[in-house]
């Protein structure tokens, strides 16, 4: 007896994408000789692990309809300020104490506490607390909340970033010295995006054959998307920097000091170009200098020594202080160096860069509760599509059995039997793919929340059991994009922190522009013991807080005079190449990295927009797909009622059972969707940290409030 197939229609093969499990026929266990032959990839989905969707009737209407796209609107002006909350987030001087250096500061001795070495503790090593109070039984039943705490707390990236707040701090304390900052590091790590949700990519290969008997090989080593990138927010271009501009006064204090030991004899007349012979002198040599710098420009420099006692002396002298030469000097820049913007400017430029370190760490927490939500989520969806695919495969069992016993009894042609197999073989193809994908995002979520390689992670676990749902509201959203996007401006840590690299850079070419003046410095100067002129003195340094050493007191004759002097000095380059270039190089960067954060601005709007157009997409795509399930569970029953009668084949409901087996994991999928399309918009709009409840201290302290008993 020859049978048609029927083709599947037009509707039926346009849901086949993704991932749902409802209400559906009762199915009889697989038998426990075809369940040992599936390849123990992981341990099955629990019923726990995979919280059912909504239930058919609770849903959206079955009446499906287009998604309400916004149209497009005008861009709206950025606001004058960025919010409250992340105002907050850049003021706030809160540090990682565990990771905190010491002895930066002088400490209760006084002078002798910057003379300690500054120590910084050893690598954190985590801390497994919470993880083993989640764990039952061998599995980690794991909610969203306990997930991203366990991130926060643990994840290499977030305590790579804390370093960089620790760094910010170091940095003005070097400002505060005289010395040049060195920077921060702008790179955030994005998380891995894991294989994907159950709609990409293994199921997409598979709908794509319209014959639900014949599988499709995927080569699921492609399948993996576990590798993990990065994004640099700095808005200079990589290997450019800034010209260093003036010199940096050195704010803290330098005492240089020298002493020794001589003896002279044989002395020389130059008069009479003889040698008188006398007996040999001895003499306690010194010679000390004090320099200091202050924020108009100007420095202080003081000498003390005993040159003149000990080169004209007539009798030996063991006290240097017994008759010394003194010489106090303050040179203060007119043109170049002159005034607290370019003398302070690396203390601004250390103050932008703590309020950017704490954004950088705010964006990196922001990243990895976005990468965190969606791994987990995936995950969920990946077990409910587990669950779908147990389901197709006892259905097809039990009608290869069914057809088994009809071949035995000569009702059925044996070409019905192949069929059956073949639509068994098929599911069971599907099984294991999905139960391999459900493993690998596994694997990737564990590796994203727990230091494994750490040797205080000792507690063991089988299986991660989440025990989120994931729901889509019956009523759709509606979305004022322009105050979407107005709240985006405000609130993201990128762009805010993008703005003080502005300022920042704005600081760095003004003090270019001041490095090309000429250097024009009036001093004053009063010598004891003196015979000489004033030296030419070079202010401060150039940011290493290392002096310029003066020279000694010079003596010039047995008379020595009480100087008073003052004037000016003056070196005038009289082409000035390299300083105007670096001045015109130095504006020229400044206008890229404004350029650059305008551009960032822009494509803030633009992930709004996108992100807005995505939910409401993904909105009507779960509506068209639960209206499909439920028209292919209508279809299966119909063809299951006229093979009651005899009005239809075997086979016509084994394609209508594996379509709707394709139904359920679509909607699966659309569900899925939705979910990662509103942790998108979340993330768009900057306030993922908000919406779960996460406090930026606590992430940077690197303790989060303890997690909620689990129920028995």
């Known amino acids: ?90 003021d706030d001087s809160q540090l990682p104490k565990r990771d905190d250096s010491s002895s930066l500061r002088p400490n209760f001795l006084g002078f002798l506490g910057p003379f300690r070495r500054p120590t910084v503790p050893q690598l954190y090593a985590g801390d497994e607390t919470r993880l083993t109070s989640l764990i039952r039984d061998g599995k980690l039943y794991l909610t969203l909340q306990d997930a991203i705490a366990l991130a926060l707390e643990n994840n290499l990236d977030v305590e790579t970033e804390r370093y960089n707040l620790v760094l910010g701090n170091i940095d003005e304390v070097r400002a505060k010295g005289g010395g040049s900052t060195r920077g921060i590091d702008y790179t955030i790590a994005e998380p891995a995006n894991g294989v994907g949700g159950p709609g990409s990519p293994l199921l997409n290969s598979l709908t794509a054959n319209t014959n639900p008997t014949a599988p499709t090989v995927t080569d699921l080593t492609a399948l993996n998307s576990t590798a993990q990138s990065s994004q640099s927010l700095s808005q200079l271009s990589s290997g450019f920097q800034y010209g260093a501009g003036p010199n940096v006064p050195l704010f803290d204090p330098q005492l240089i000091g020298e002493a020794g030991y001589l003896r002279r004899s044989d002395s020389r007349s130059l008069s009479t170009a003889t040698t008188v012979t006398a ?79 704490r954004l950088l760490f705010e964006q990196q927490v922001l990243e990895t509760i976005y990468g965190t939500s969606r791994l987990y989520y995936d995950l969920v969806s990946l077990g409910e599509n587990v669950l779908v695919k147990q389901e197709a495969l006892r259905a097809a069992t039990k009608q290869r059995e069914d057809t088994q016993e009809q071949v035995k009894l000569g009702t059925q042609a044996p070409i019905d039997l192949a069929q059956t197999e073949a639509l068994e073989n098929s599911s069971r193809f599907d099984l294991i793919n999905a139960q391999g994908l459900y493993k690998q995002e596994e694997v990737v979520l564990r590796h994203q929340i727990l230091r494994t390689a750490s040797p205080v992670f000792t507690a063991q676990f089988a299986e991660i059991v989440p025990t989120d749902h994931i729901t889509v509201p019956d009523v759709e959203e509606t979305f004022d994009i322009p105050a979407l996007v107005t709240q985006a401006l405000a609130q993201r840590p990128d762009l805010l922190q993008a703005g003080l690299q502005v300022q920042t850079g704005r600081i760095s070419a003004n003090a270019s522009r001041n490095n090309a003046l000429a250097q024009l410095n009036v001093y004053a ?66 206008r890229q990295v404004q350029a650059r954060t305008e551009k960032l601005a822009a494509q803030v709007r633009e992930e709004v927009e996108t992100a807005v157009v995505s939910l409401q997409t993904a909105e009507a795509a779960y509506q068209a797909a639960t209206t499909s399930r439920k028209y292919q569970e209508q279809l299966l029953d119909a063809e299951r009622d006229k093979l009651s009668v005899g009005q239809s084949t075997d086979l016509n409901v084994l394609q209508n059972e594996a379509y709707l087996a394709q139904a359920r994991s679509t909607e699966i999928a659309a569900r899925s969707n939705y979910m990662k399309a509103r942790i998108e918009l979340d993330h768009s709009l900057g306030d993922l940290i908000e919406k779960n409840n996460v406090e930026l201290d606590d992430a940077i302290k690197g303790q989060l409030p303890a997690a909620a008993p689990v129920a028995q």
Do not use: W
């Open 279 to 357: 007996q040999p002198l001895d003499f306690t040599e010194t010679n000390l200098a004090y320099i200091e710098g202050f924020r108009t420009g100007g420095q202080l420099t003081a000498i003390e020594n005993n040159d003149s006692s000990v080169i004209y002396g007539q009798k030996s002298q063991a006290d240097p202080f017994h008759s010394p030469s003194t010489s106090v000097t303050f040179a203060q820049p007119l043109l170049r160096g002159r005034g607290s913007a370019v003398s302070l400017r690396y203390v601004h430029i250390a103050q932008l860069d703590k309020k950017e370190s």
């Open 525 to 590: 100067n009063v010598e004891t013991r003196g015979a000489t002129e004033q030296s030419y003195d070079v202010l401060g340094s150039t940011g290493t807080g290392a002096p310029t050493n003066p020279a000694n007191l010079a003596v010039g004759g047995l008379t020595l005079s009480t100087i008073v002097q003052a004037g000016v000095q003056l070196t005038l380059p009289l082409r000035n190449r390299v300083a105007q270039a670096d001045a015109a190089r130095d504006q020229i960067q400044l």
């Open 1 to 90: 007896m020859k049978r048609s197939l029927k083709k599947p229609s037009l509707v039926l093969a346009a849901v086949l994408v993704c991932g749902g499990v409802y209400a559906q026929s009762p199915s009889p266990a697989l038998p426990p000789n075809t369940q040992s032959q599936l390849p123990a990839l992981s341990p099955a989905p629990t019923e726990r692990s995979v919280p059912p969707g909504p239930q058919p009737g609770n849903g959206p209407a079955a009446q499906t309809k287009e998604p309400a796209v916004t149209p497009l609107a005008p861009n709206p002006q950025p606001p004058d300020a960025p919010s409250p909350q992340v105002q907050k987030v850049a």
